[in-house]
């Protein structure tokens, strides 16, 4: 009764409230008293649930670590088939034939058999570009939405051997959807929907930007429409068009734009349905499914709303499913997800796991996706600019991940192509030497004293004694021991008897390498939602500050406090975003912030912001040999080289626009080594005079 009750609580207020906007329609409610009935929870499934699917009588849901297979063949009563756990941080997941397709974030994608429910087996896992977090499958093409990278496309005609096939940039990206040979792709805070003609992969680009009332997010379409749920706030370039208040727009962007798709390269707006304002800004999940002239739209801990659809033209909230959550006094447990049964919905949620809703009259639709992509073979080619670079790209399909050096030997991480062992000179560039054996994934490698440490996916983080350069022998080795973090991604090394390892879930943990088992580390370090490694390249003395995206930085206790690292105040400093970070520049640190840099001393005090003669300012996360300061990101493909010998006045030396993602630099007798994802690890040519 208590669910019952908070539902109809809602509905009245509900009933008047209205967002003014340009040209959208407000709130509209019916006459009855809502469609859903009373939601029944699915215990066999874990409470963390974050994505369902529905293919026939069959249910999948991730939840936890986990993807669950459910008997649905009795809809409001479902039935555990089988688990298969190992699913790591999951996302999405779409089925297609006997194969499920599981969005993963930062540990990519999964490939799943389910031909059998009761014995589902993992295929394969693709090491992504970034966090796989939409996902989209259609014949031997997957599409993954991944923030400010954009989407990439992968081809799993192999689906034991899936292959990158391209990344294309957008604002940022969540989630995506296909029909008749056009991708729609759902942009984050830029409240957009970029449109792309997928018909090829050889030509596969942007053909339009759609403009969204709220942050972008779930797409889905029947066919005929194109729905899109958005959430948190009105987008910046619509809040300043309107001349509404930055603090007016916060929370307002909640609701439902839906679009004209006869002409998909060209959608027309039709409608726009607002929902109420709901602040907090947390857990984004805003899934809209549609079917029998209802659209179903996933508002996170703003409940689901239940709009009619009919007349796209007067779209009309009917009914809202709010599932309470213990300690919260928000309208809901964050719902991430929902599919379409028979005469009920199936409704994913955080943390309060999997419902049963009924709706008598409801039942699956089925919309063709239309023709799929054509030439998934097709690869990108990453060219290089030889007359720049020297480049080297291993024979087996691999990103370029983290290069580090020893001398004249670069020891470099290609991910699913594992870690190579390179002698590199100016006059003739790389020469392969060596390489790690075993066939392991190699995401990330630094050294600490004299000892090579490693991170190799599901294999852990390995210490390796070296006997010459390339003699590798493993003297210690850690698996990653919380519960739904099975992947070893980043190792860095302040000095030489310590290492940060991570998970890249959002924490990073230091110990002693002499005790690299240990149970609990010296010190975690909290560093939220975010990819880039923005750790410097080492500590001074005892300290050792990590970037924290629009928090400033975090200060891990190198001696061990076995608990938090501690954080600066972002009232009191400027803080920057994904595309700044910090590096060790002689006795203090150099932040790159607020499109200048500033230096840090090892106290925490620091000096002023200062700006660079540049358009879009230093840019990037540096790296330094204590003259230059090479300046990375990887989004937007972008390195600039600046001469520093002047701290107080940069000059900048060389500027790149890379085919690849160009990662962390290393920098040998003055010239830069650019690990660049699928364009190969890059290193400067000597410039003629």
Not at 184 to 203: L, Q
Not at 324 to 339: D, H, Y
Not at 384 to 396: A, E, G
Not at 664 to 685: C, F, S, T, V
């Amino acid at each position: 009764m208590r669910i019952g009750i908070i539902k109809a609580v809602f509905l009245l207020g509900m009933a008047v409230f209205v967002l003014p906007s340009s040209g959208a329609k407000g709130i509209a409610m019916s006459s009855d008293a809502g469609v859903l009935g009373h939601p029944r929870k699915v215990e066999a499934v874990g409470d963390v649930a974050m994505g369902v699917f529905l293919q026939g009588d069959i249910l999948y849901c991730i939840a936890d670590d986990s993807l669950y297979a459910l008997d649905v063949s009795s809809p409001l009563s479902p039935k555990l088939c089988g688990t298969l756990q190992g699913m790591d941080n999951r996302r999405q997941v779409v089925v297609q034939g006997k194969l499920a397709y599981v969005a993963s974030r930062e540990t990519g994608l999964r490939i799943v058999d389910v031909s059998n429910p009761e014995k589902m087996k993992l295929l394969s896992r693709f090491d992504s570009v970034e966090f796989a977090t939409g996902i989209e499958v259609v014949g031997n093409t997957v599409f993954l939405s991944e923030r400010i990278n954009g989407v990439e496309a992968v081809d799993v005609s192999d689906p034991c051997n899936p292959r990158h096939i391209c990344i294309r940039k957008t604002p940022e990206s969540q989630s995506v959807v296909y029909h008749n040979g056009f991708l729609y792709s759902g942009e984050w805070a830029a409240g957009k929907v970029t449109v792309f003609d997928a018909r090829s992969m050889k030509h596969f680009r942007k053909v339009a930007e759609l403009q969204l009332g709220g942050f972008g997010d779930g797409v889905t379409t029947d066919g005929k429409y194109l729905y899109c749920s958005t959430g948190h706030d009105i987008p910046r370039t619509l809040r300043i068009s309107r001349g509404i208040s930055e603090e007016e727009a916060c929370g307002r962007g909640r609701g439902m734009d839906i679009f004209d798709i006869s002409n998909p390269a060209k959608p027309k707006h039709v409608s726009r349905i607002d929902f109420p304002r709901f602040k907090p800004r947390t857990n984004d999940y805003w899934t809209p499914r549609v079917s029998s002239g209802f659209a179903f739209c996933c508002d996170s801990h703003n409940g689901m709303f239940v709009v009619d659809v009919k007349n796209p033209h007067e779209p009309k909230v009917i009914d809202r499913l709010c599932i309470p959550q213990e300690g919260k006094n928000w309208p809901s447990a964050a719902i991430s997800s929902v599919a379409v049964g028979n005469g009920c919905l199936y409704v994913s949620t955080k943390p309060c796991g999997l419902w049963v809703v009924p709706m008598e009259g409801i039942k699956p639709q089925e919309v063709a996706k239309g023709l799929p992509p054509a030439d998934s073979s097709s690869r990108d080619a990453y060219p290089t600019d030889l007359n720049s670079f020297y480049v080297y790209r291993p024979s087996k399909p691999g990103q370029a991940r983290t290069v580090c050096l020893r001398g004249n030997i670069a020891y470099a991480a290609f991910g699913d192509a594992g870690l190579h062992v390179l002698e590199v000179s100016a006059e003739h560039g790389f020469k392969k030497i060596g390489q790690l054996t075993g066939g392991k994934r190699v995401t990330d490698c630094c050294f600490a004293g004299e000892r090579l440490v490693t991170a190799e996916g599901t294999d852990g983080w390995s210490v390796y004694d070296l006997d010459g350069p390339v003699g590798f022998r493993e003297i210690a080795r850690r698996m990653p021991q919380e519960k739904g973090k099975s992947v070893a991604f980043w190792c860095w090394a302040p000095n030489g008897s310590q290492v940060v390892l991570s998970t890249r879930t959002g924490t990073c943990d230091l110990f002693h390498l002499e005790d690299f088992n240990a149970l609990t580390p010296l010190c975690r370090i909290l560093m939220g939602c975010q990819w880039d490694r923005y750790l410097p390249d080492r500590a001074i003395g005892n300290a050792f500050p990590a970037h924290r995206n629009k928090k400033g930085l975090v200060w891990p206790t190198l001696a061990g406090n076995g608990g938090p690292a501690r954080t600066d105040d972002p009232r009191k400093i400027k803080a920057g975003n994904q595309s700044n970070g910090i590096c060790a520049f002689g006795d203090k640190f150099l932040y790159t912030v607020g499109g200048g840099y500033q230096f840090v001393n090892p106290d925490g005090t620091r000096g002023p912001v200062m700006k660079v003669s540049h358009p879009k300012g230093i840019g990037g996360i540096p790296r330094s040999d204590g003259r230059i300061v090479v300046c990375t990101s990887r989004s937007r493909g972008e390195v600039r080289i600046w001469d520093f010998v002047n701290p107080e006045a940069p000059k900048l030396l060389r500027e790149y626009k890379l085919s690849g993602r160009p990662d962390l630099a290393a920098i040998y007798n003055g010239k830069a080594l650019i690990p660049a994802g699928h364009q190969g690890l890059l290193m400067e040519r000597p410039q003629t005079p």
